[in-house]
């Protein structure tokens, strides 16, 4: 079993920056890909950032390309969501999930999902 617990979400103004984080806990969490993914009312969980588990590998989502940046700290056992330029159509729900395959985590099936920490970003 691994436990997530997300924090860092909150309220932020168009053009501004937030950065999430997501603390892994359990059996061998520092083993999986990790991944950050959000959902907005009436939509689908979509994939915003996954990182495999040296780092080495990252997958984003097109809309953040270029303002979104994930890393990991395996000796923390934690994820971060640096995001910047941080606009309207970001605000959702973010979770994240760990997965011990990368290549399906960016399908945003992960294996274990936190609870999930709100973005709202106001124009």
């Known amino acids: 079993q691994v436990q997530l617990v997300e924090s860092g979400g909150g309220l932020v103004q168009a053009g501004g920056s937030l950065r999430l984080s997501c603390a892994a806990s359990g059996r061998a969490s520092s083993s999986y890909a990790m991944g950050w993914f959000r959902q907005a009312p009436g939509k689908g969980r979509e994939a915003v950032a996954v990182?495999?588990?040296?780092?080495?590998?990252?997958h984003y989502a097109d809309s953040v390309k270029g303002r979104f940046t994930i890393s990991r700290d395996n000796g923390k056992n934690t994820v971060y969501l640096q995001m910047n330029s941080l606009k309207v159509e970001d605000t959702a729900v973010y979770y994240c999930?760990?997965?011990?395959?990368?290549?399906?985590?960016?399908?945003?099936?992960?294996?274990?999902w936190g609870q999930g920490t709100q973005v709202t970003v106001s124009s």
């Open positions: 999930a760990a997965g011990l395959s990368f290549v399906v985590l960016r399908t945003a099936k992960g294996d274990y």
């Open positions: 990182i495999g588990v040296s780092g080495a590998y990252t």
